[in-house]
């Protein structure tokens, strides 16, 4: 059973606002993600970690910052939330081991919904 | 580069129909190829992986071989319940550094009525 969790799961917020987006996994694994699902379903891929003091922008542009100072944890923050991202988020992680299973498999939390008025 | 193109969507059956959602991809090297399923309000969650050619894929009732051949990776399911309403991704990827990220396709929204 995958580990990984994300709080809250739902937050409604006004415009200006610093938002934090907690991301915990208990499984161990180095590389971390965070996904923006659009309402038309799509994946972009926004942020990445390889581990511990890593952090790596994805394919989107966002203005969202992350970082990575505990293994297990990657918070995706916002200084200041404006309406244009309101949006599903989803954190991952996955294991970067090479083993004879290694497929890159990734692990997915419930998502955060926020949405920004 | 790598890429991944899905069936688009959506797609509604009847319960007990048969599913296929295609799926087919371009990649350099030998990647590993999945179908992830994302219900209503959820995270998603594998549903079945290849890792190599000819592989086949199989959970709850889903199938999915790895041709090289014609590049594809196409879901199936013989009989499709309510339950499997959902929005299934195909996804594809390959070992080491921005490589070992995944490439999902744009996703399929299946819906399936009693």
């Known amino acids: 059973e995958a580990d990984i969790y994300q709080t809250p799961r739902y937050l409604v917020i006004g415009t200006g606002k610093k938002i934090t987006l907690e991301c915990s996994q208990t499984m161990g694994h180095d590389k971390m993600y965070w996904y923006q699902q659009d309402p038309g379903m799509e994946l972009h891929l926004i942020h990445y970690?390889?581990?511990?003091?890593?952090?790596e922008k994805g394919d989107l542009s966002s203005e969202s910052t992350v970082s990575r100072i505990r293994t297990e944890h990657f918070p995706l923050t916002l200084e200041s939330a404006r309406p244009s991202h309101t949006s599903q988020y989803l954190c991952?992680?996955?294991?970067?081991?090479?083993?004879?299973?290694?497929?890159?498999?990734?692990?997915f939390g419930p998502g955060t919904r926020l949405t920004v008025l | 580069g790598n890429s991944v193109t899905q069936m688009e969507g959506p797609v509604t059956l009847s319960e007990e129909a048969f599913l296929t959602i295609n799926c087919t991809y371009t990649?350099?090297?030998?990647?590993?190829l999945f179908w992830y399923v994302q219900y209503p309000g959820e995270g998603l969650q594998l549903l079945l992986k290849a890792t190599k050619a000819d592989d086949k894929g199989s959970n709850k009732g889903f199938e999915a071989t790895y041709r090289k051949e014609t590049t594809s990776f196409h879901l199936e399911k013989g009989s499709v319940q309510v339950s499997d309403s959902a929005v299934y991704f195909c996804?594809?990827?390959?070992?080491?550094?921005?490589?070992?990220?995944?490439?999902f396709g744009k996703g399929t929204k299946l819906s399936v009525k009693p």
């Open positions: 991952a992680s996955s294991d970067e081991r090479e083993a004879p299973s290694f497929s890159n498999e990734q692990f």
């Open positions: 990649a350099t090297g030998y990647p590993s």
């Open positions: 970690s390889y581990g511990v003091n890593s952090t």
């Open positions: 996804a594809l990827g390959t070992y080491g550094g921005s490589q070992g990220n995944l490439i």
